[in-house]
Nanobody
Framework: VQLQASGGGLVQSGGSLRLSCAAS????????VGWYRQAPGTQRDLVAA???????YYVDSVKGRFTISRDNAKNTVYLQMHSLKPEDTAVYYC??????????????????WGQGTQVTVSS
Protein backbone atom coordinates (compact mmCIF):
# COMPACT_ATOMS: atom_id res chain seq x y z
CA VAL A 1 0.00 0.00 0.00
CA GLN A 2 1.23 3.48 -0.86
CA LEU A 3 -0.07 6.91 0.06
CA GLN A 4 0.63 9.69 -2.41
CA ALA A 5 0.24 13.22 -1.06
CA SER A 6 -0.01 16.07 -3.54
CA GLY A 7 -1.36 19.57 -4.03
CA GLY A 8 1.11 21.64 -2.07
CA GLY A 9 2.64 24.81 -3.38
CA LEU A 10 3.35 28.48 -2.86
CA VAL A 11 0.38 30.72 -2.18
CA GLN A 12 -0.12 34.22 -0.84
CA SER A 13 -1.66 34.88 2.53
CA GLY A 14 -5.44 34.51 2.26
CA GLY A 15 -5.17 32.06 -0.60
CA SER A 16 -6.38 28.49 -0.93
CA LEU A 17 -4.96 25.07 -1.70
CA ARG A 18 -6.39 21.58 -1.85
CA LEU A 19 -4.23 18.70 -0.79
CA SER A 20 -4.93 15.14 -1.91
CA CYS A 21 -3.89 11.85 -0.35
CA ALA A 22 -4.42 8.93 -2.70
CA ALA A 23 -4.00 5.36 -1.51
CA SER A 24 -3.17 2.46 -3.78
CA UNK A 25 -2.41 -1.22 -3.35
CA UNK A 26 -4.10 -4.21 -1.78
CA UNK A 27 -6.62 -2.17 0.16
CA UNK A 28 -9.61 -3.80 1.75
CA UNK A 29 -10.68 -0.73 3.67
CA UNK A 30 -9.29 2.68 4.59
CA UNK A 31 -10.20 3.46 8.16
CA UNK A 32 -9.20 6.76 9.80
CA VAL A 33 -7.06 9.24 7.88
CA GLY A 34 -5.22 12.22 9.25
CA TRP A 35 -3.36 15.20 7.86
CA TYR A 36 -0.30 16.28 9.84
CA ARG A 37 2.10 19.16 9.33
CA GLN A 38 5.65 19.83 10.37
CA ALA A 39 7.41 23.17 10.19
CA PRO A 40 11.21 23.36 10.42
CA GLY A 41 12.41 22.77 13.97
CA THR A 42 9.03 21.66 15.24
CA GLN A 43 7.31 18.37 15.87
CA ARG A 44 4.80 16.85 13.51
CA ASP A 45 1.29 17.75 14.63
CA LEU A 46 -2.14 16.52 13.69
CA VAL A 47 -4.14 19.13 11.78
CA ALA A 48 -7.30 17.30 10.78
CA ALA A 49 -8.66 13.78 10.70
CA UNK A 50 -11.62 11.89 9.33
CA UNK A 51 -12.99 8.53 10.41
CA UNK A 52 -14.27 5.82 8.11
CA UNK A 53 -17.76 7.02 9.04
CA UNK A 54 -17.00 10.61 8.10
CA UNK A 55 -16.57 12.04 11.57
CA UNK A 56 -14.07 14.88 11.44
CA TYR A 57 -11.62 16.48 13.82
CA TYR A 58 -9.73 19.77 13.46
CA VAL A 59 -7.12 21.42 15.58
CA ASP A 60 -8.38 24.78 16.85
CA SER A 61 -6.01 26.83 14.69
CA VAL A 62 -7.56 25.59 11.43
CA LYS A 63 -11.23 25.33 12.39
CA GLY A 64 -13.39 27.23 9.95
CA ARG A 65 -10.59 27.44 7.38
CA PHE A 66 -9.74 23.80 6.57
CA THR A 67 -12.10 21.02 5.51
CA ILE A 68 -11.17 17.36 5.38
CA SER A 69 -13.20 15.02 3.19
CA ARG A 70 -12.92 11.61 1.61
CA ASP A 71 -13.93 9.86 -1.59
CA ASN A 72 -14.04 6.17 -0.72
CA ALA A 73 -14.54 5.13 -4.34
CA LYS A 74 -11.23 6.76 -5.21
CA ASN A 75 -9.43 5.84 -1.96
CA THR A 76 -8.59 9.51 -1.65
CA VAL A 77 -8.78 12.01 1.19
CA TYR A 78 -8.68 15.76 0.62
CA LEU A 79 -7.73 18.74 2.75
CA GLN A 80 -9.25 21.94 1.43
CA MET A 81 -7.45 24.91 2.92
CA HIS A 82 -8.81 28.46 2.74
CA SER A 83 -7.67 31.76 4.24
CA LEU A 84 -4.15 30.46 4.50
CA LYS A 85 -1.75 32.21 6.84
CA PRO A 86 2.06 32.30 6.92
CA GLU A 87 1.94 30.16 10.07
CA ASP A 88 0.34 27.38 8.00
CA THR A 89 3.65 26.99 6.19
CA ALA A 90 4.89 23.44 6.69
CA VAL A 91 5.34 20.07 5.08
CA TYR A 92 1.96 18.35 5.16
CA TYR A 93 1.76 14.58 5.55
CA CYS A 94 -1.17 12.23 5.35
CA UNK A 95 -1.42 9.08 7.39
CA UNK A 96 -3.98 6.33 7.13
CA UNK A 97 -5.03 3.28 9.06
CA UNK A 98 -5.58 0.68 6.37
CA UNK A 99 -7.01 -2.80 6.42
CA UNK A 100 -4.88 -4.66 3.88
CA UNK A 101 -6.11 -7.75 2.07
CA UNK A 102 -3.43 -10.39 1.65
CA UNK A 103 -3.32 -12.91 -1.19
CA UNK A 104 -4.82 -15.42 1.23
CA UNK A 105 -7.81 -13.06 1.65
CA UNK A 106 -6.80 -12.53 5.27
CA UNK A 107 -7.02 -8.97 6.51
CA UNK A 108 -4.39 -7.08 8.45
CA UNK A 109 -4.40 -3.56 9.88
CA UNK A 110 -1.42 -1.27 9.28
CA UNK A 111 -0.65 2.43 9.47
CA UNK A 112 0.88 4.12 6.44
CA TRP A 113 2.38 7.57 5.82
CA GLY A 114 2.55 9.60 2.65
CA GLN A 115 5.76 11.32 1.54
CA GLY A 116 4.76 14.87 2.41
CA THR A 117 3.93 17.91 0.33
CA GLN A 118 5.28 21.41 0.97
CA VAL A 119 2.85 24.26 1.63
CA THR A 120 4.36 27.73 1.71
CA VAL A 121 2.25 30.78 2.50
CA SER A 122 3.86 34.15 1.82
CA SER A 123 2.86 37.26 3.70
Amino acid sequence: VQLQASGGGLVQSGGSLRLSCAASGSIFKINGVGWYRQAPGTQRDLVAAISDGGITYYVDSVKGRFTISRDNAKNTVYLQMHSLKPEDTAVYYCAAAVTVEAASRDHFDYDFWGQGTQVTVSS
